[in-house]
């Protein structure tokens, strides 16, 4: 089984206390009449000095050839130190090859002996037709010589993405030979500007001779712009193993580059509606009452929103059914998020809403919009309006009862604060035995007539010259927020300038009636961030838009 030492995030090496030597002839090179190769590997430190005139074959000084240094750890303390040697051609046999030593930072190592067989020369082998076809249709060939060190890069999913979408990269490394990894450039594993979902997976399978290995990273696009991920680079040492499990080292650096790919990640199309969330696909939205729909004014009823065919199910989030049509001011809402569960390939809602009146006859639509990446536009779903049917009815003002001989007092959602009393007759009055008329004092009110009507007319002059000024609720409500810090009191205070505007029927809290683009975009912006944590700083700012929309003066410092 070929074998890939490999490590992706950085190398490192356990030495013991002293310099390693391991010494090998190449399998390869044992041959009858051809010369013995064999390799030195050296293990030590950066720090620790080799005597290359010291080294010694069986007692008997010898001087073999520098190959190359290898850095083995991420700090670059350790050190593979590789160097080859060759030997006279000998007969067939079985031979040993004695011990080396040399001499490091002036302290004499050694290597342990090794065996090693001469052959004879093979014949070439005959390939028969069927063995040359089958030989044909392997999947990967050696690109040079025997040695077979490729690497390759897939993109698997689109290369245009929008936030929230996700894609597969996948790296593949295909080798044929044991390969000792010296460098390692893989920005896939880790790439900037997206986010990884889950670890790198690694998958290993075997094609013939060929060993393949799969790096696959999930990412998530998060940050709008063109990203480059690359090239991606791997180098290594192939080497064989000798009779004594030692490795024995190829010469010359093995290297496979992968070109670079680019993403561009782009921003959602503007305008943007008001019941996207940032669901990715084609959305398909039901809804069905979990509760019973037989109920009373104040019960509460639970409804739940079922939402498929969207790529990123997980992070999704309904829109605020305040901001819904026909739900503000007919049902109570839960602050909190509704529950969300996630089953199979669909996620589940679980809404609570008390119902505040009886002449919403219906639980209304609620409307879900997606973005599908594939056509680069919005879709909207909406549910099926629920009917209801209410046991009692409510009323807001408390009204005779006799008027109406089929309700009773009792079907009251809130009782009068006093009990009702039958109106009597009004009493007769009668003159008084002296009448006003009759006295003196009449004489009095001629002038005093004059007097009064003088006065009320000067005042009526003075009032008309300076009118009295009468402060807005709007405004009382949005001094009220400056003191609060909160957004709710924000929100109060522009829907009440929209009231006293006429510009929204009073009462009404919908953003689909709401005509000043202004007043809908801050408006929108208040009711997205209520169940967000936010600054000071941050209700400083909407503070000064809401003061700006309402009096179009800077907020006084």
């Known amino acids: 089984m070929v074998k890939l030492l490999i490590c992706f995030l950085f190398f490192t090496f356990s030495l013991t206390a002293e310099p390693l030597i391991e010494a090998s002839v190449d399998p390869k090179s044992g041959q009858v009449n051809q010369k013995i190769k064999g390799t030195i590997i050296i293990t030590h430190r950066s720090e620790e000095v080799i005597d290359q005139q010291s080294f010694k074959l069986n007692q008997q000084p010898f001087i073999p050839t520098f190959f190359q240094d290898v850095v083995m750890s991420a700090e670059g303390k350790t050190i593979l130190s590789i160097y080859t040697f060759e030997l006279p051609a000998q007969p067939k046999g079985l031979y040993v090859l004695p011990a ?25 082998k005959r390939v028969s037709a069927k063995q040359a076809t089958s030989s044909s249709q392997r999947v990967y060939k050696p690109a040079t010589g025997d040695i077979l060190f490729q690497l390759e890069t897939e993109v698997k999913g689109p290369t245009t993405l929008y936030p929230g979408q996700r894609i597969k990269l996948i790296y593949r490394i295909l080798y044929n030979r044991n390969v000792d990894l010296a460098r390692t450039e893989l920005p896939f594993v880790h790439p900037p500007h997206f986010l990884k979902v889950g670890d790198v997976q690694i998958e290993d399978r075997q094609q013939e001779e060929t060993t393949v290995q799969e790096l696959t990273q999930e ?32 010469s010359g650096l ?38 019973s729909n037989q ?35 007919f049902f109570q809402l839960s602050d909190l998020p509704p529950a969300a569960e996630l089953k199979n390939d669909q996620k589940i809602f679980t809404i609570i809403l008390r119902p505040l009146s009886s002449l919403m006859q219906e639980i209304p639509s609620i409307f879900l919009t997606s973005f599908d990446p594939a056509t680069g536009q919005y879709k909207t779903q909406h549910t099926t309006p629920i009917p209801l049917n209410f046991l009692d009815i409510h009323l807001a003002i408390p009204f005779e009862t006799s008027a109406l001989p089929f309700l009773k007092q009792e079907t009251w959602l809130i009782p009068p604060p006093f009990a009702l009393e039958p109106i009597n007759e009004p009493p007769i009055l009668t003159s008084p035995s002296f009448p006003f008329t009759q006295t003196a004092w009449n004489l009095w009110l001629f002038p005093l007539t004059l ?27 949005l001094q009220a927020a400056r003191r609060s810090q ?30 000043s683009q202004e007043f809908s975009q801050i408006l929108f912006e208040l009711q997205r961030l209520q169940y967000t944590p936010q600054s ?22």
């Open 486 to 515: 909160r957004l709710k009191d924000l929100e109060s205070a522009l829907w009440w300038r929209l009231w006293e505007k006429n510009e929204v029927s009073t009462g009404v809290e919908d953003l689909d009636q709401v005509r």
């Open 254 to 291: 093995l290297q496979s580059e992968a070109p670079a790919i680019t993403l561009d990640v782009k921003a959602f199309p503007s305008p943007q509606p008001l019941s996207f969330t940032g669901g990715l696909g084609q959305v398909k939205l039901t809804a069905q009452l979990q509760s």
């Open 100 to 124: 080396i030593t040399v001499n490091i930072n002036d302290k004499t190592y050694t290597s342990v002996p090794s065996t090693y067989e001469v052959k004879e020369l093979n014949a070439p």
């Open 219 to 250: 990412i998530e696009a998060s940050e709008i712009g063109t990203f480059t991920l690359g090239p991606s680079i791997i180098e290594g040492y192939a080497y064989d193993l000798n009779s004594l499990n030692q490795k024995v080292y190829q």
């Open 451 to 477: 007097l009064g009507f003088w006065l009320g007319k000067r005042q009526l002059v003075k009032s008309q010259q300076q009118p009295k000024k009468v402060k807005l609720k709007s405004e009382t409500l």
């Open 536 to 557: 000071k700083n941050q209700f400083s700012v909407l503070y000064k838009q809401v003061q700006q929309v309402l009096t179009n003066k800077p907020d006084p410092q």
């Open 295 to 329: 109920i009373k004014v104040g019960e509460n009823l639970e409804l739940q929103v079922i939402v498929q065919g969207l790529s990123n199910l997980t992070d999704l989030r309904l829109p605020s059914l305040k901001c819904q049509p026909g739900f503000s001011g």
